[in-house]
């Protein structure tokens, strides 16, 4: 995390917003999908919310892929792998959960995602985005790499507040009740 | 659980009561059913003695597929998925029983779950419903946020009478002996 | 285990006898039985050598499938689940073991087992009962609780001496050697 | 382990020796053979080492399958359970080796084993029967409570000097270098 | 680690950089692949975050298969075993990412790699190389066990001018940001 | 570990050399192969590096199966089983590597090996021998024990000055580089 992001979309490969002990950053999941038996390989030194947390987006990817038109049998003929460079720095939370959801739903529809955009919020099996902390932390952090365009939970509006006006009127901050409000906005058009 | 749900019945979404530290609130449950060879997947940072619960609920489910019209082979065909956000906050206990019972329920029969209800109750495999912990704080949280209807364990009956006036004169409070009588009060007519 | 048991035989529930610090009560084992793969579901939060008493159990039904007229690939096509109501109470020990055998058998020969009778006693995979500690106490608690007939191991004969005479008159007492010699009290005729 | 064995035969009851902090004692092995998959199953609180010692044994078993006439198939038809009763007492080490191969051999040969003689020894997977600790206590156990005849490594040989008078003339003492030395004395004729 | 490489291409076998307390040094692996069902097995006492960037190189081969002219089943047909001697000193990290690749690459390719050449850096599973600490130790420990030339993350590249002029004169440094750039250098000719 | 080893050549049996805190001695692994599914049984309370240890040798055997004659498919028809014997001694390291791959090679070529001749070295899965410990120590011990011939690492020459002139002159002593080269030695002509 210690450049700005190329613009050009790419398959599988989302930044996320991430919240450490020295501030804001952001943390890139990269996904790949290949022929297989339906396994999902999480690597990246992750916790155990954090594995829950990618499971709940497969189960709700799974129950919506009919309307995703991705082929309903995906779970016994395919594999994922997600992994969040860097591997050695321990990572957890329910709050990657929205990007792990798009990066998912990336590689399984082969849509490219757009990589001018960051995002947070924890996701349910029913496709809720709920509210995450460090919402002010993550967005100065975006901010200092170069991200102007940032999706949030609905649930932390208020949080928006407290952002530095500098970093307020840079940036372009949309706000997501369910997956749907995400997913018009992250995907290349 | 910070505002007062939606009142519209939903598919394998039921509102718990859970008990903390601070006081009674409501855990909601998410489940979906998938295609697939019989899996059971609890996610939201579960303890043993929830996951257990939650397989208790599954073989009373399984021992009255006939009466409830599941096909009986939904072991063997069909994946469910329990979820219980928020994803970061460890939950444990017996007490989601009868909650979790109806989650199942709903997904493997399709039939919708009134929102505007809560419950509470541990489950035993032959359908029984028993008494549970902090029935007043749950209740007196339930009432907080705007639930009007409660379902408890009838073996938890003389907790009642400790509820606050306000709160009982606003309650309808149901008691449940066995999952039959939670099963007529909690699905859309 | 705060009410007396009601008296209708029931298929796979049986009344064990469990000693904790505060005295002697009642621990119920419920079972099930499901067309399955043979898989053995053990919940309750039991520990391990309350796990492996479960297992001898199994083993022993296995051994004499064929004398109690038991499909003998029952363990390939049929799954079990037996539960340990309260869920949140730890229990251990391999005293349940005729209480499980008994739970075991009636699921799988469909007999009804007497609810007015409790019972205590290790079992070995050849269907020897063995001594077991707390008799004292659990015959008192099981008699405070309105129960009246108990099926101990011959080994315990003599703590039966310790007795208060005020629960030995008010109590038919069965005492086993082997399996067989529960067998024939425990089931409804 | 509290009176005197019964003298008949039995399938896959072995008379084992063991030394506990108080004293030599017996430590009986049971075990049954079921229609299977080729699993083994083994109760009674044991430890890591003594679970291995049960691998050797059934590895040597196989080894020698053909020249006891034993189905060579028998590791994947049959399922073979050994439980050490009491199921509460923790047991370990490698000196029930011996004791664990005889029961084996009783249940896939359906031979009887002697039960007026107890046995103690490491067992290797070529059959080689090796010294193990104990054996004064251990033989004084087994005579106070009524057995004259004990199979004992060769390698302990010299332990047995150290027997008292009176339990020397009591006791008829075989020693074994290989599996094939306890063979010949522990089944039925 | 304690002498100069032959230099003779070899299969599947990389030297790779590490850094321990005592300075830097090289870090061997080795792998066979072989008629299999697709299983990794990874050896050399490896630690979570080694093991896990083994499984990050494996999928960067898998989607990259058909490229390289690689059976896109050997995920199927193929066991690879990854073996970094000396087995009894722990190791961990991401930093063999690009070893462990090259490795991967050339069991499945059976293309011969350099033994002239060590390598470090991370690898993600899109196949990007990421930089790595310990840089400068890691390349005086190669140039003191006679190695000339080194592949480094690109984003390493500022390290180098830590280096001392007598080992930076003697040694061909090659940058690589992607996996490619690797690919170029790392192979026979 | 107490008596000079009997020269008949054996299946499966080799001596290793083992390096105590009161010296070296010797270290029997002894093994069995089996019709099977190709399972490895690793017994004889080993450590996590000396069970890595035998796996690495194994794919080691696997990858040189065409050169030996050994059925490519052993990996899938045959089981093995090495035991270490006594089985409550703990036993860890690297330096059985050679022990165990000639262990392995005997049961599945069925060719002898010589019992008068102890060995010790770590194995690559390449089949390279490298350096270990205690070589003093270990040789000292299997002169003891009445062994004259040793196989050591050719990484080790330098440690053999370190041994008393009598042991010297008393031993014949190989040294192999790489595996190849303890093949020509242990094996019975
Ligand atoms: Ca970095
Ligand atoms: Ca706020
Ligand atoms: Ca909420
Ligand atoms: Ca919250
Ligand atoms: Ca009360
Ligand atoms: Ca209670
Ligand atoms: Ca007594
Ligand atoms: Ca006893
Ligand atoms: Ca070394
Ligand atoms: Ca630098
Ligand atoms: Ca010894
Ligand atoms: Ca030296």
Tied chains: 1, 2, 3, 4, 5, 6.
Excluded: C
Aim: aromatic share 4%; charged share 30%; no cysteine.
């Amino acid at each position: 995390p210690d450049k700005i992001k190329e613009k050009k979309p790419k398959l599988g490969v989302v930044t996320g917003l991430a919240w450490t002990s020295v501030g804001g950053t952001t943390l890139e999941v990269q996904s790949v999908s290949m022929k297989g038996k339906g396994k999902i390989l999480l690597t990246g030194k992750l916790g155990d919310v954090m594995k829950e947390s990618a499971h709940v987006a497969y189960s709700y990817v799974r129950s919506v892929a009919g309307d995703l038109e991705i082929d309903e049998k995906f779970n016994e003929t395919t594999d994922v792998h997600l992994h969040f460079p860097e591997g050695a720095v321990p990572k957890d939370g329910p709050s990657a959960g929205v990007t792990i959801t798009t990066a998912l739903i990336s590689v399984l529809t082969k849509r490219k995602i757009r990589q001018d955009i960051a995002m947070t919020g924890e996701i349910t099996i029913t496709g809720e985005v709920l509210a995450v902390g460090g919402i002010k932390e993550k967005v100065i952090g975006a901010h200092r790499i170069g991200i102007h365009e940032v999706i949030l939970p609905l649930d932390n509006e208020s949080d928006v507040d407290e952002l530095p006006k500098e970093v307020k009127k840079d940036m372009t901050i949309h706000f997501a009740k369910t997956y749907e409000d995400v997913k018009k906005i992250a995907f290349e058009k």
